[in-house]
């Protein structure tokens, strides 16, 4: 899964596309680096990043989405947004998509409704807190243990609306670096008990000060993530 950040406000500088020709500029590159799956995001998640409104996040995005339908039908489409509205916004525009959301429907409660009624495929990503205090530094007493009863809790959601959902540990959000790392280590018991895909974003995380993104890759794949998220 490449990364095109459509803001100015994104950490990683090379993941800013703001504008027509930067969008297709990036999306062309992803593309011949062999990426098949692009997420597009208006709202960037970095700690202390500004919240955007929906007016705004829309505004960004529309005139994007309309580029792809003409110029990237080839590829497959992942949103990164947690409000049901643009994604019902963006299915009238270019169909089917992914969802990307960071909150797992936390942030808007009419998400899971939305998802399931337009049958579309879904991340669900654990963190702890709301968008202001997601990278706050939370106390787990068992990290693994408290990650999985998460996914316990939305896989019943989940099952009970007929959503095809993936995974997302969430790698950096609401975690210290050695408890992300912790997750990664232990990535096959969510495999194993979920037999879901399982996605994993380490691109420019903290933790990669700590271990090489190779090394984070290495690991989440052996663990059993299906798909990387990377810029």
């Given at each position: 899964m490449?990364?095109?950040?459509?803001?100015?406000?994104?950490?990683?500088?090379?993941?800013r596309a703001a504008g027509a020709e930067a969008?297709?500029?990036r999306v062309n590159s992803l593309?011949?680096?062999g990426i098949r799956l692009i997420d597009i995001g208006a709202v960037s998640s970095r700690p202390g990043a500004e919240y955007v409104g929906e007016a705004e996040e829309w505004r960004r995005l529309e005139p994007v989405l309309?580029?792809?339908?003409?110029?990237?039908?080839?590829?497959?489409?992942?949103?990164?947004?947690?409000?049901?509205?643009?994604v019902k916004r963006a299915y009238d525009l270019v169909g089917r998509f992914l969802v990307n959301d960071i909150s797992a429907g936390a942030e808007d409660l009419n998400m899971l409704g939305t998802v399931s009624f337009l049958g579309l495929p879904y991340?669900?990503?654990?963190?702890?807190?709301?968008?202001?205090?997601?990278?706050?530094?939370?106390?787990?007493?068992?990290?693994?243990?408290?990650v999985l009863?998460?996914?316990?809790?939305?896989?019943a959601q989940a099952d009970a609306l007929d959503i095809d959902w993936i995974l997302d540990p969430g790698i950096g959000f609401s975690k210290s670096s050695k408890e992300s790392l912790t997750l990664l280590r232990n990535l096959s018991r969510f495999r194993d008990e979920f037999h879901r895909p399982i996605l994993v974003g380490v691109a420019d995380k903290r933790i990669t000060k700590v271990?090489?993104?190779?090394?984070?890759?290495?690991?989440?794949?052996q663990g059993g993530a299906t798909i990387l998220r990377v810029h």
């Amino acid at each position: 899964m490449g990364v095109v950040n459509v803001n100015d406000d994104s950490f990683f500088a090379e993941s800013r596309a703001a504008g027509a020709e930067a969008f297709m500029a990036r999306v062309n590159s992803l593309k011949e680096r062999g990426i098949r799956l692009i997420d597009i995001g208006a709202v960037s998640s970095r700690p202390g990043a500004e919240y955007v409104g929906e007016a705004e996040e829309w505004r960004r995005l529309e005139p994007v989405l309309q580029i792809w339908s003409r110029e990237f039908s080839d590829l497959e489409l992942s949103i990164d947004t947690f409000r049901s509205r643009i994604v019902k916004r963006a299915y009238d525009l270019v169909g089917r998509f992914l969802v990307n959301d960071i909150s797992a429907g936390a942030e808007d409660l009419n998400m899971l409704g939305t998802v399931s009624f337009l049958g579309l495929p879904y991340v669900a990503m654990h963190r702890r807190g709301d968008f202001s205090s997601m990278h706050n530094d939370w106390h787990y007493d068992d990290v693994v243990e408290e990650v999985l009863d998460y996914f316990r809790v939305f896989a019943a959601q989940a099952d009970a609306l007929d959503i095809d959902w993936i995974l997302d540990p969430g790698i950096g959000f609401s975690k210290s670096s050695k408890e992300s790392l912790t997750l990664l280590r232990n990535l096959s018991r969510f495999r194993d008990e979920f037999h879901r895909p399982i996605l994993v974003g380490v691109a420019d995380k903290r933790i990669t000060k700590v271990v090489s993104q190779d090394e984070l890759h290495r690991l989440a794949v052996q663990g059993g993530a299906t798909i990387l998220r990377v810029h």
